[in-house]
């Protein structure tokens, strides 16, 4: 295909140097932006009287017919072309002649990728939100069914405090809607347009860079052409947005990796979500959560990869910046495969209820509560925790659970517990330490169904 800069040069790039310097294997996915952008380029250019208004609507209509085309797979991008940008173009000039070369007046190469990979990464943004949402709604729904599931809560690991499930599920919530936060954060910085910029000083033609954002629905147009074409920082904020996603998700998959392996046996995972190993009849291995753990690392990757290509560059356009394609279709494809895989991995998930509550009697979880209930009689805390302590380790000694002690046994251990055996049995039961934390955020029932309501309020 006729090169778009051919003139200046005698002979032919080396075929080496083409495969280098080919990007439509990757970039050919922005063909849908990039005649969007030429339709509301031309458009302007016929309006502004910079070209004929007829040659711009012979433009526009050879355009739309060719978006019709590849929709429809009747055509296809031509496979020797050096980007999605040649091929559109060396495609409208078979359908229109000669006049196509007019398309490419008042601007360049530069400001048309910038504006394609915007438009694009605008529609996944809001492809990903929805994405999140579902997750999300999934999460509350889950919440409300296991409202009376009781499991360990665990600091470093170990078991800490005894905690509803559906308030651990919205751990999760909040997390994806501080992302999701993010995400439509970054979408605003997204959404101003480039084009109009030329190579990286403008243009001498009157063009109205104003009605091109509006017809593409940009906000705004960014004011710097030398920033507008070699600004990066869109894709690297969305790199990060995807490696803090992609840790929320590596972090619950963790979990459900631990929650369902045989020590633990908190949770069933349906056979759609699981494989087999091929040499051990016995197992179903969670290779959705162990895939979405491992395909982190390739996120991260991915933004330090983009950080590392901007990080030396000079004013304004360096070809450098032809390998930000690739980490950013990968991230995106990437949240878009995961997230909804985890979905149904959670979505169908049985959790083992009475396994979860199983695991909390004589684990000294409630241990935290004796010392509340010490604070409560005039101890000091620091005191209070001090007795706990040595209460535990009466117990342990003595092969007790704390739900085990009875009667008299309590006055030994503290004046203070004299006469309080009957409250203090109840006291030391998980049902009743959980039903004790209502505060704002804990994990009494009465708090999390007030949180319940909150989460699915945001989801409005």
Request: net charge negative; with cysteine.
């Amino acid at each position: 295909m006729r090169k778009l800069w051919g003139g200046r040069f005698e002979s032919q790039t080396d075929a080496l140097i083409e495969k280098l310097n080919n990007s439509l294997v990757f970039d050919s996915r922005l063909w849908r932006q990039d005649i969007a952008g030429s339709v509301a380029h031309a458009t302007m250019l016929g309006d502004c009287g910079i070209i004929a208004k007829d040659e711009a609507m012979q433009i526009v209509a050879g355009l739309q017919s060719l978006r019709d085309d590849l929709e429809a797979e009747t055509e296809t991008l031509p496979p020797d072309a050096e980007d999605v940008h040649t091929a559109v173009e060396g495609l409208l000039r078979e359908r229109i002649g000669a006049v196509a070369g007019k398309l490419h007046t008042a601007r360049s190469r530069n400001d048309q990728v910038a504006t394609d990979t915007r438009l694009y990464l605008r529609e996944q943004c809001d492809e990903i939100s929805q994405s999140l949402h579902n997750f999300q709604t999934m999460l509350t729904e889950l919440a409300e069914r296991e409202m009376e599931t009781i499991l360990p809560g665990y600091t470093h690991l170990q078991h800490a405090q005894p905690i509803l499930l559906s308030h651990h599920l919205l751990a999760y919530f909040w997390m994806i809607e501080r992302d999701r936060e993010r995400l439509t954060d970054l979408r605003r910085r997204v959404n101003r347009l480039p084009l109009g910029a030329g190579a990286m000083a403008g243009t001498g033609f009157p063009i109205d860079r104003q009605r091109v954002a509006e017809a593409l629905g940009f906000e705004s147009v960014l004011p710097n052409s030398l920033d507008a074409v070699s600004d990066r920082d869109y894709l690297i904020e969305f790199l990060s947005f995807a490696s803090i996603t992609m840790m929320h998700f590596s972090r619950l998959a963790e979990e459900i990796i631990l929650w369902n392996s045989q020590e633990y046996r908190f949770v069933v995972l349906d056979d759609r979500v699981t494989t087999g190993s091929s040499i051990m009849p016995q197992k179903k291995n969670p290779d959705v959560a162990e895939l979405a753990r491992g395909k982190t690392g390739r996120v991260f990757g991915n933004l330090m990869a983009m950080l590392t290509v901007m990080k030396g560059l000079p004013l304004a356009y360096n070809k450098d910046m032809q390998e930000d394609k690739e980490p950013l279709f990968d991230t995106i494809d990437t949240l878009l495969l995961v997230i909804p895989a985890m979905e149904l991995t959670l979505s169908t998930a049985v959790f083992g209820r009475d396994r979860m509550k199983k695991a909390t009697y004589g684990d000294f979880s409630t241990a935290t509560d004796l010392a509340d209930f010490l604070v409560k009689q005039g101890l000091p805390f620091r005191e209070a925790h001090d007795v706990v302590g040595t209460v535990v380790r009466y117990c342990v000694e003595r092969n007790l659970a704390l739900e085990d002690l009875k009667g008299e046994v309590f006055g030994t251990l503290h004046p203070l517990l004299i006469g309080k055996e009957k409250l203090l049995s109840t006291l030391l039961q998980v049902q009743s330490s959980i039903e004790s934390r209502n505060s704002e955020g804990g994990t009494a029932s009465v708090s999390v169904r007030l949180q319940l309501e909150k989460a699915k309020a945001m989801l409005l």
